[in-house]
């Protein structure tokens, strides 16, 4: 099993080749597409993410191993991507090890600080608390 500090340094990879801001919006619609999203019925106020200025969804299931598998989503391509670098961080993982994650020092590790506007980091961190705080509920 990756661990999350793994998973970081992958991502960190994948981003740290490109030094434009526009390529890494690229990559991050790329991840967008790689997303299967969710179906309507699971778009729901319940599942939604508060705080994000985009419309953005994510569903926690534990696994029988005690892991999380993650399902993300959202109206907004850049988000989308964003979300989905969290299940790619955070799938297959324990409780312990995601709600240890300063969610803040995510987009900064990965090489997106700056990069991505104020809102969408405020919403990323939305995200990051709505995942914490359900496994810790």
Known sequence: MTTIQEMLT???????IFNEPQEK?????????????LPPEKRTDKNK????????????????????NFQTDSDAMIVKGLLFILQ??????????????????ILDHIGLKGTISSQRTN??????NKIQHELVV
């Open 10 to 16: 992958l991502i960190k990879d994948e981003f740290s």
């Open 49 to 68: 993410v508060n705080g994000c200025i985009s419309q953005a969804w994510i569903i926690a299931d534990k696994e029988t191993d005690n892991t999380y």
């Open 25 to 37: 919006y690229v990559l991050l619609v790329d991840l967008a597409k790689k997303s299967s999203g």
């Open 88 to 105: 790619r961080l955070f799938n297959g993982q324990r409780k312990e090890d995601i709600v240890s994650i300063d969610g803040q020092n």
């Open 123 to 128: 919403g990323f961190g939305a995200a990051i």
